[in-house]
Nanobody, 121 residues
Framework: QVQLVESGGGLVQAGGSLRLSCTAS????????MGWFRQVPGQQRKLVAL???????IYADSVKGRFAISRDNAKNTVYLQMNSLKPEDTGVYYC???????????????WGQGTQVTVSS
């Protein structure tokens, strides 16, 4: 069984910074893409940032220049450094990974339980 466990959320004033972490644990053979999605009440989960196994990154337009995604493959961990936070960055941030547990198994999408980020004005 695989678990994605996030940490680092919280309450911060506009202009401040937070760093989210997510570690995948359990029986894991390989992890491809890892990333972060944000969800606010009444809306679908939306991509914030994604990083491939070769460190290619993708960002939502709204966070470009402010957020930075990185990963430590040895630790099966992905990070999201969030700077210059705005109230519209508020939401539940979900860790995401495409992984497989054994070389003979297919890749599957996996999600963390979510961590709340609240940016006050």
């Amino acid at each position: 069984q695989v678990q994605l466990v996030e940490s680092g959320g919280g309450l911060v004033q506009a202009g401040g910074s937070l760093r989210l972490s997510c570690t995948a644990s359990g029986n894991i053979s390989r992890i491809n893409d890892m990333g972060w999605f944000r969800q606010v009440p009444g809306q679908q989960r939306k991509l914030v940032a994604l990083i491939s196994a070769t460190d290619t990154t993708i960002y939502a337009d709204s966070v470009k220049g402010r957020f930075a995604i990185s990963r430590d493959n040895a630790k099966n961990t992905v990070y999201l450094q969030m700077n210059s936070l705005k109230p519209e960055d508020t939401g539940v941030y979900y860790c995401y990974a495409i992984l497989r547990q054994r070389p003979t198994m297919p890749f599957v999408n996996d999600w963390g339980q979510g961590t709340q980020v609240t940016v006050s004005s």
